[in-house]
């Protein structure tokens, strides 16, 4: 076991602020995290999870102790008469394994193409887009309880995945989860397996896709014209975070009663909405912000992207200086927060952990 110290985490989150863990521990399999649990300093010691700190806003020096999970691996583990069973290791670039998917002829991912991150930080999130989310495509996953040891194996509804959510996100008991409690700050993600169904169907409902079936003349897409087309969407409206810090999107789209929505929508007739099965409405954050004028504002170097309200970007990286820092990120977050609940009467929950 390699413990690295002072170690600058610019390079390892794609918000790219600076920032040092006292201590780094690289997690390459599950006897690394065995030797960190079993020395008595590390051990005991509080532990940050951090995968492609794709999903993460460090607002200073970390002073628990960095696990940076390096597990590699991609394999088909099973076919079954209805899916491909995948396994991957949680260090592994999610859009690697998206795109080693739609290769060997297991599509199923391609609407979930160019998300940033590492596998191992998919389920925490329960990423999505276009229509697809991970839970949709999701078989089981083992992780280690970082208190005990213990190697455990979770199904989807020991998971307890909601919009943007999991068990990994709560440290109170969640209904139907591992123990009866959350998992949070408790748990590394060792290894993932997907179930790619079979036969392969499209999903298409979405907006931006649907504009490209119009804009192609095209209505039976191939996976790899899918994962294509996700690519593009995904680079025209969203900052590649290899050339401008970002995390995604930096707030939840909000939801709310359908009174709510009929409220806001007599005092702005355009907001953009969705019905959910449950009776509750959707609102697009990204509108709600842009509404308020928030696009291409800045605070210091942090910034409200010009082409997608509801990202928050970096605008030092590449510059002289060291970028924003990640107290400009959270004076900006809170400055949007502020005026879209003034304006609509709504609390923005951010997406990102905040450490
Ligand atoms: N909109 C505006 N102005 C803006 C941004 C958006 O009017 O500045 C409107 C758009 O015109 C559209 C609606 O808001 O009508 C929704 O925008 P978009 O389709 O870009 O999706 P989103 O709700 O902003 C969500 C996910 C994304 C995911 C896309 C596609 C969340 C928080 N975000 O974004 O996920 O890629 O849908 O499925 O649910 C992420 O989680 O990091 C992420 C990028």
Not at 23 to 28: M, Q
Not at 52 to 59: A, D, E, F, H
Not at 157 to 160: P, R, S
């Given at each position: 076991m390699l413990v690295e110290k002072n170690v600058p985490l610019q390079p390892f989150n794609t918000f790219r602020i600076v920032a040092k863990a006292?201590?780094?521990?690289?997690?390459?399999?599950?006897?690394?995290?065995r030797a960190v649990l079993a020395d008595p300093v590390l051990g005991p010691a509080e532990k940050l999870v951090l995968g492609?700190?794709?999903?993460?806003?460090?607002?200073g020096d970390v002073k628990a102790v960095v696990l940076k999970v390096e597990i590699s691996g991609m394999r088909l583990l099973a076919e079954k008469p209805k899916a491909f069973i995948v396994e991957a290791g949680a260090g592994e670039s999610w859009h690697a394994l998206v795109a080693w998917t739609l290769a060997q002829g297991y599509p199923g991912l391609e609407n979930m193409a160019l998300i940033a991150g590492t596998v191992g930080a998919a389920p925490v999130q329960n990423i999505g887009a276009y229509g697809v989310e991970l839970q949709d495509r999701f078989e089981s996953l083992d992780a280690m309880d970082l208190h005990t040891g213990e190697v455990f194996t979770l199904n989807a509804?020991?998971?307890?995945f909601g919009y943007r959510d999991s068990v990994f996100k709560h440290g109170a008991p969640v209904q139907g989860a591992h123990q009866a409690m959350g998992l949070k700050g408790r748990a590394l993600i060792l290894r993932v397996r997907l179930a790619l169904p079979k036969p392969w169907k499209p999903v298409l409902g979405y907006a931006d896709i649907e504009r490209k079936m119009l804009e192609t003349g095209c209505r039976t897409p191939t996976p790899q014209q899918l994962f294509d087309w996700v690519c593009t969407i995904r680079r025209g409206k969203l900052p590649d975070p290899a050339v401008t810090g970002n995390v995604g999107s930096f707030f939840k789209n909000p939801t709310v009663t359908p009174e709510q929505c009929a409220d806001i929508i007599a005092r702005d007739p355009k907001v953009v909405h969705y019905h959910l099965d449950d009776g509750t409405v959707k609102l697009a954050a990204g509108w709600l912000i842009d509404s308020c004028g928030w696009k291409g504002k800045s605070v210091g170097q942090a910034g409200v992207y010009e082409k997608q309200a509801l990202v928050l970007v970096n605008r030092g990286v590449g510059t002289d200086g060291e970028g924003a820092t990640g107290g400009e990120v959270m004076t900006l977050a809170r400055a949007i927060q502020t005026s879209v609940y003034e304006r609509f009467g709504i609390l923005l929950e951010p997406e990102p952990l905040i450490v």
């Open positions: 006292h201590t780094l521990v690289r997690i390459g399999g599950e006897a690394d995290l492609g700190g794709s999903n993460v806003v460090l607002t509804a020991q998971c307890a």
